[in-house]
């Protein structure tokens, strides 16, 4: 696994060795796959709203996921806009800072972070 930049050094993402996209990518795909998307709402049924047919979520989802998407680009090429206009910045101290990596494995798995 690997973390690496999607958008400058603004956003990143996990790509596992074995997948052939990153997971942002991966998730907006599976997003975007009405069988995908029939078959893990019919498996959390009990989450779905009564009042929703499956066909109306499942489209509510795919809109939801080209918003991502979309949004996302449009950030990523207009210099006006900045990602916290969509995300919310994490403070986390357990995630270790370029200058304080000290493991073999922190070194790797924040390699194209800290280049």
Not at 60 to 77: F, V
Request: net charge negative; aromatic share 12%.
């Amino acid at each position: 696994m690997k973390i690496i930049r999607i958008f400058a050094d603004q956003l990143f993402a996990f790509h596992y060795k074995n997948e052939a996209d990153n997971e942002l990518r991966r998730l907006l795909n599976q997003w975007n796959d009405t069988a995908y998307l029939y078959q893990f709402v019919t498996q959390h049924k009990a989450d779905v709203p009564k009042n929703v047919p499956i066909q109306t979520l499942i489209n509510q989802l795919i809109d939801n996921a080209n918003y991502i998407d979309d949004t996302l680009n449009e950030i990523s090429t207009d210099p006006s806009k900045d990602l916290e206009e969509f995300f919310k910045p994490l403070d986390n101290p357990r995630v270790p800072y370029c200058g304080v990596i000290k493991t073999k494995r922190q070194k790797e798995l924040f390699e194209n972070i800290c280049d």
